[in-house]
């Protein structure tokens, strides 16, 4: 387990610079900057920006400053949005997209384990059947139909629900009812896939010795299942928690856009168009760091549930 | 079950069934996995051949017949398509399928178009006026029916739906028609009468599809020029020529049922080939880190661990935004996103198969380690790979539609090819009033992708009976 953290442990340094670099020069090789687009410059005015924000220096220059900075976490100005750093900006729209995950991630765990559970251990029953269908439409209707369907007809339609509003109650969290449709849409396909997951590690664990030997004990039901069996079916869930991440990083950027949310992943598309170099690669390291630090804690958690890791 | 099991062992010694067969026989007995193969080719087949099938409702993706604007499925008009351009002498612009007519009757109906201006303020009607004779009125009555009408915007473009029946007056609060408006402000509409006598017929007279005479409310005239909006009635042989469009219209009037079709075309192509991109690079990949083992295996598969920790659509994203959105880049993109699992699993399927003694056989029998890397170890993976690759094709589609949904549609020779993406988009800014723009296309996407998933968890069943039922 030790050396096996170890070696992952030494990866994260490698993914992380690999990413700055990949991103960097990709956002940096294309043609025009971040002032060319605009109406007509004053040749002076647009030298004086580009020394203003080291732009005139050479590639490989760049890159070394960026780096330089980045080791002391600074991300730099905003090109576009101006008189903001980058890590402002993050700072402010971060945790809107953090609640926004986050409860997505909630919901999704509630509603899968629970799923999933129940469907394992009572196969072939209607609940079983039911659930699993509903799971696989959850994982094959892309989150960018089902945001709008849901926008439509809960927000239009029924009118239950305020739709392309998003008004703060407190610091970064929303009025509740400004929460519960971005919820849905992102957790959905979340969801489907830890009920099927754990559905399919229950059946698993369910028939082994130690289950039975609990029957044996007399235990009773729930003790079993929650006990005993839930600790060994939730090891492909944890697996698969690493990769949901990524699903809701990525998953954030359209359902911000339907619902207007303002939060990262929003900033991340207007900065990518706009050609705001600090403010996109801050972004990206910033999801591609929380993508790395997830996969990290589900290995360790993975170690802590699974013994027959802990003492490899 | 038991018994089964024992028929099939007896079958396996007597007839020898080899892997594929046996795969495709368990793969027929479930129903879900059929019905999806059924689905994927009906789908496919429109989808391919959305070019036909566009001659066929007599509409093309790309042309919109703007004056009818959005319209629910079902609707049909008057065939205006490939009006313009007639003279007398030269072969007819018209329809083929009336082509072969002796006689095409177009009638049209002139028009009489006022625009008023309406002004309120705090919610309340401050003025009405008509904007070319600036005659101030304190009411007007507005009447749907052949009358219409519509607000319009700067350039004289009509916005948003038809208003029907509504009373204004001055000092009275703004009536509901108008919609969620701000406190005060104007907008500009226009009323569209059409001129009782007004009322044209231009007769074309057909020879074998060249136009031998044109008349104009009987008068003999050189060519017409019709604007399609103003035609009432197009009668071929005495015959009425409309067009329905089974799915509706979008915003600019094209036709919703074909843009499906060639929408589906770009996302299955999409699909497509950048899977087959990822299967080059990662069947090779894995292959030559499987047989290769050792130090080579060890680097080339931390590569990959190292590429894995990347949030990669990011980068797509990137990559389109910076250096164009062309089809052949959304390819490479999206295929080098997609080859690292196939890459793992082969490699880990090589490294089983190279211990084995057929492998053993080869190497002393002097193959060389790239023809048994190509002959003997590959073909023995086909079998999950095929899996994999059902599997590859639906999460392929799916990213391409998520790019065309941010924005980022794709583009061949600077023309943007509208995928499911971009028409689900389209429909989900479209609103209520308007749902089936976004209804259909999210079905047609929905139900492929639906098929093509359950296809490949069937697949993954008949080629692996033990991992039936995992995820």
């Known amino acids: 387990m030790g050396r096996y953290l170890f070696k992952r442990l030494i990866q994260v340094p490698v993914v992380l610079f690999v990413l700055v670099t990949l991103s960097f020069f990709m956002v940096r090789l294309a043609p025009g900057n971040p002032f060319s687009g605009e109406k007509k410059m004053d040749e002076s005015v647009q030298q004086a920006l580009n020394e203003k924000y080291g732009l005139d220096a050479s590639m490989g220059v760049q890159y070394l400053r960026y780096l330089k900075r980045l080791a002391m976490f600074d991300l730099g100005p905003s090109y576009k949005q101006k008189g903001l750093t980058v890590n402002e900006i993050i700072a402010d729209k971060g945790p809107v997209s953090a609640v926004l995950g986050l409860s997505a991630m909630i919901v999704a765990l509630v509603l899968g384990l629970t799923a999933g559970v129940i469907s394992g251990i009572r196969q072939n029953s209607n609940f079983d059947y039911g659930s699993m269908a509903v799971a696989m439409v959850g994982l094959s209707v892309p989150t960018f139909v089902v945001g709008p369907l849901l926008a439509l007809f809960f927000g239009l339609y029924l009118g239950w629900f305020p739709t392309a509003r998003y008004e703060r109650l407190w610091g970064p969290i929303p009025y509740p009812q400004y929460l519960v449709l971005p919820t849905i849409t992102l957790a959905l396909p979340f969801a489907a896939r830890i009920a099927r997951l754990t559905r399919a590690g229950m059946l698993d664990v369910i028939n082994q010795d130690y289950i039975r030997t609990a029957w044996a004990k007399g235990l009773r039901e729930r003790v079993i299942v929650i006990r005993h069996a839930m600790r060994g079916a939730m090891l492909p869930v944890v697996s698969f928690l690493g990769p949901a991440v990524a699903q809701i990083l990525t998953g954030s950027l359209v359902v911000e856009q339907i619902f207007q949310i303002p939060g990262i992943g929003t900033e991340f ?13 801050g972004t990206v390291i910033l999801f591609g760091v929380l993508l790395v630090l997830f996969n990290l804690l589900v290995d360790v958690i993975y170690g802590f549930l699974d013994p027959r890791i802990r003492y490899s | 079950m038991s018994d089964a099991t024992n028929s099939e062992g007896t079958q396996e010694i007597e007839q020898g069934v080899s892997l594929y067969a046996d795969a495709w026989r368990r793969l027929k007995k479930n129903k879900m996995a059929m019905t999806s193969v059924v689905i994927i080719t009906v789908m496919g ?11 066929w409702v007599g509409v093309s993706p790309t042309y919109g017949f703007r004056w009818i604007r959005a319209q629910a499925p079902g609707f049909t008009h008057v065939d205006t398509l490939n009006l313009s ?12 399928r009336y082509k072969g007519a002796s006689e095409v009757v177009f009638e049209t109906v002139d028009r009489e178009i006022k625009e008023f201006r309406l002004t309120w303020r705090r919610k309340k009607v401050k003025s009405i006026s008509m904007t070319l004779g600036a005659k101030p009125v304190d009411e007007l009555q507005i009447e749907g029916g052949d009358v219409y009408w519509q607000e319009i915007d700067a350039d004289g473009k009509p916005i948003g739906e038809k208003i029907f029946d509504a009373a204004l007056k001055k000092k009275d609060p703004l009536p509901e028609v108008f919609g969620e408006r701000e406190r005060s402000g104007v907008i500009v509409f226009r009323q569209v009468r059409e001129v009782p006598d007004g009322v044209r017929a231009y007769t074309v007279k057909l020879d074998d599809g060249q136009v031998t005479s044109l008349l104009d409310n009987g008068e003999p005239i050189e060519e017409i020029e019709i604007e399609g909006r103003i035609v009432k009635r197009v009668l071929a042989d005495g015959v009425e020529q409309t067009i329905t469009h089974p799915l509706g219209t979008d915003l600019s009037g094209r036709d919703l049922f074909v843009r499906i079709l060639y929408g589906g075309r770009i996302s299955l192509l999409v699909g497509l080939v950048a899977t087959f991109v990822s299967l080059l690079i990662g069947v090779v990949y894995g292959a030559i880190s499987g047989y290769a083992g050792g130090r080579v295996d060890a680097l080339l598969m931390a590569i990959v661990d190292i590429l894995y920790g990347i949030p990669y659509m990011f980068l797509v994203i990137l990559l389109l935004v910076n250096f164009g959105q062309s089809i052949l880049m959304l390819f490479f993109a999206l295929g080098a996103v997609q080859w690292l699992t196939m890459a793992r699993i082969v490699r880990g399927q090589v490294l089983s198969l190279k211990q084995k003694e057929f492998v053993e ?23 999950i790979v095929v899996v994999y690759t059902t599997l590859t094709v639906p999460a392929v589609i799916l990213q391409e539609s998520f790019l065309a949904f941010i924005g980022l549609t794709v583009e061949w020779e600077g023309q943007s090819l509208d995928s499911w993406g971009a028409l689900v988009k389209a429909g989900s800014d479209a609103g209520l009033t308007r749902s089936w723009l976004l209804v259909w296309p999210s079905l ?8 093509m998933n359950f296809l490949g968890d069937g697949l993954r069943d008949a080629f692996d009976p033990q991992q039936r039922g995992r995820t």
């Not at chain 2, 002498?89 to 018209?94: D, H, K, L, P, Y």
């Not at chain 2, 056989?361 to 079998?383: E, Q, V, Y």
């Not at chain 2, 047609?444 to 098929?451: D, E, K, Q, R």
Request: charged share 15%; glycine share 8%.
């Open chain 1, 269 to 281: 598309v207007k900065s990518a168009l706009n050609r705001d170099y600090t403010l996109v690669l």
């Open chain 2, 45 to 55: 087949a429109l989808c391919t051949l959305a070019g036909p099938v566009a001659d």
């Open chain 2, 85 to 96: 351009g007639l003279t007398v002498g030269s072969e007819a612009n018209v329809r083929e």
């Open chain 2, 361 to 383: 056989a080869a190497r002393m029998s002097g193959s060389s380690p790239a023809s048994i890397m190509f002959k003997h170890l590959i073909p023995n993976t086909l079998g």
């Open chain 2, 444 to 451: 047609a996407m929905a139900v492929t992708l639906f098929g």
